[in-house]
Structure formats: C-alpha cells, structure tokens
C-alpha cells in the first residue's frame, strides 16, 4: 500500500514534466511549419489541463514540493516560451518585434528578480509579459485554423466552470505581485 502511495504522490510532479515534453514538442513541430498550428494549439491545451490538474492533486494528497514542484513556474513559462519561438520560427508572427519582445521581456522580469529577490515580483512581472504569448497562438488561428481558436475558447469556459476558485487564486496571486511590483523593495 505504501508503494502504491509513494507511486500515486508522482503523479502531479509528472503531469508538470508532461508540459515540459510538451514545450520540446512544440519546439520540433516548427520543422513543420505553420501547418502544425492545430498540434502547436492542441499540446497548449493539454499543458494547462495539467497545470489545472497537477496541483489540485498535489493539495489533496497533501504532497510535499518535490525540485519539479518548486520549479512548475519556469516549466510553464518554458512552455509559452516554445510557442512563442515556434510562432517567430514558422513566420506567424514578425521576428524583429517578437524578438525584440521577448528580449526586452526576459530582460525586464530577470531586473525585477535581480532588483528585488522577490519571487513574486519577479513571477508577477513575468506573467504580464508572458500573458500575450499564452493566447496568440489562438488568435492567430482564428485566420488560420478557426476551429482551434474556438476550441480554445470552449477550453477557457469550460476551465472557468470547472476550477473558478482556481482562477480567481491566479488573478489574486498576480494582483498581490503587482501590487508588490510597485512597493518599494
């Protein structure tokens, strides 16, 4: 039983490691080019229904951070990252202003860390430079691939009626982070 337990408390560290193959995924599919945008789309949604899920099993079991846990942000940053790169890469999106973008973003949210050690700003920061990149890919669908960026949409409500309290513990956690973006270190 005690197997079964120590095997049950893995899970939730590996659906984050799942959205960690999926920005590797991601990656490789800009060999295909802008045909890959429904995959590309399709292995996004499956990354934030493990983000939805991994924790919520992590608070239930009452399971101590592993060095995967402590680490879910960067994976899920990796992940927006990679979609980013493959909508720069595939020519979906202009390169000098993306780039430029995400240079200036990294350089901002890195600052703000170095600035202040705060995690929190630093994750704050982040997450309103990252916030673009999180939906564009289904924007840009709706030119190219209309049914991802509806699916995309039916996602977002159905992840709204499912799990509110969850995202009003996001939106809280990112408005404690600016608010602490602002104040003073």
């Not at 789309?41 to 592993?66: I, N, Y």
């Not at 973003?105 to 994750?123: C, M, N, P, Q, W």
Request: proline content about 5%; aromatic content about 12%.
């Amino acid at each position: 039983m005690d197997t079964l337990m120590a095997r049950k408390d893995l899970i939730p560290d590996w659906l984050t490691a799942a959205r960690g193959l999926a920005a590797l995924a991601i990656l490789g599919l800009t060999l295909v080019g802008p045909a890959a945008l429904r995959a590309v789309a399709f292995l996004l949604l499956l990354g934030w229904t493990t983000d939805m899920v991994d924790g919520r099993l992590a608070r239930r079991w009452d399971k101590d951070p592993t060095w995967i846990g402590e680490h879910e942000f960067h994976i899920d940053m990796l992940m927006v990252l990679s979609s980013a790169v493959f909508l720069v890469l595939t020519g979906l999106v202009p390169p000098l202003p993306a780039v430029g973008y995400l240079v200036g973003g990294t350089a901002i949210s890195l600052g703000v860390l170095h600035r202040s050690g705060e995690f929190l700003r630093f994750k704050s920061v982040t997450m309103i430079l990252a916030f673009p990149w999180v939906f564009l890919p289904f924007v840009i669908a709706l030119w190219h691939d209309p049914v991802v960026a509806y699916v995309g949409l039916m996602w977002v409500a159905a992840a709204l009626i499912t799990d509110w309290r969850r995202f009003t513990g996001v939106v809280g956690d990112f408005l404690a982070g600016a608010r602490a973006f602002f104040r003073r270190p």
